[in-house]
Every structure is written in structure tokens, then in C-alpha cells.
Nanobody, 121 residues
């Protein structure tokens, strides 16, 4: 499966962005999905994950209550709605597909190319 993340950009603190991850090659409903991010000089960290049905979701403590992961299997797309953005949310955001809904990046076999999110203070 090929993944394409989009929706990043520059936003002021307190603003919102919605990231999308579109899949091609295979139907997205076959995969559990995750969003990860990596800021310059920092290790990649997990943000959120969702099971293939959408019934199970996980969030990093740092984004709980602000970010929402969702999916539309009919559109072969996974979303990450990001509200109340903070400068520390600035990073390249990646979507990933795997066979287990998990916050562990090594469990994901397929990765998109990333989309830059920059939050100004």
C-alpha cells in the first residue's frame, strides 16, 4: 500500500489543521493506522492510532483532548484533526499502516512521506 499524507502548513498557536492520509494500491480498511511526528533533532514520537474498523483509538498524552484520529474507509483515507495547536506540535507528521493498532512505530510496515506542520507562537 502507498500512503500520501497531506494537509500540513503554517498555523498560529491555538489554530487548527486537519491532516489526511490517502492510500493507494490496497484498501485502507485492511490496515490499522497510526500518525507519528518528528521534530528536528528529536526522535520520532507516536501521536495517535486507530484500528481498521475505527472502534479503537489511542492518543499520546501530549495530544489527548486536542487531536482526533478518524478514518473513512469508503474514501480510503485516515484523518488527524488537530485543534488548539501549540508550537511544540511543530514537526513532520507521518501516517503509517500496519496490522496492529498500536503506538509502537516498529509495528508499522508502510509509511507515507510526511507533511510539515509549523505552529507559530
Amino acid at each position: 500500500v502507498q500512503l500520501q499524507a497531506s494537509g500540513g502548513g503554517l498555523v498560529q498557536a491555538g489554530g487548527s489543521l486537519r491532516l489526511s492520509c490517502a492510500a493507494s494500491g490496497r484498501t485502507l480498511s485492511s490496515y490499522d493506522m497510526g500518525w507519528f511526528r518528528q521534530a528536528p533533532g528529536k526522535e520520532r514520537e507516536s501521536v495517535a492510532a486507530i484500528s481498521r474498523s475505527g472502534a479503537i483509538t489511542y492518543y499520546a498524552d501530549s495530544v489527548k483532548g486536542r487531536f482526533t484520529i478518524g478514518r473513512d474507509n469508503a474514501k480510503n483515507t485516515v484523518y488527524l484533526q488537530m485543534n488548539s495547536l501549540k508550537p511544540e506540535d511543530s514537526a513532520v507528521y507521518y501516517c503509517a499502516a500496519g496490522n496492529v493498532p498500536t503506538m509502537t512505530s516498529s509495528r508499522y510496515a508502510y509509511w507515507g512521506q510526511g507533511t510539515q506542520v509549523t505552529v507559530s507562537s
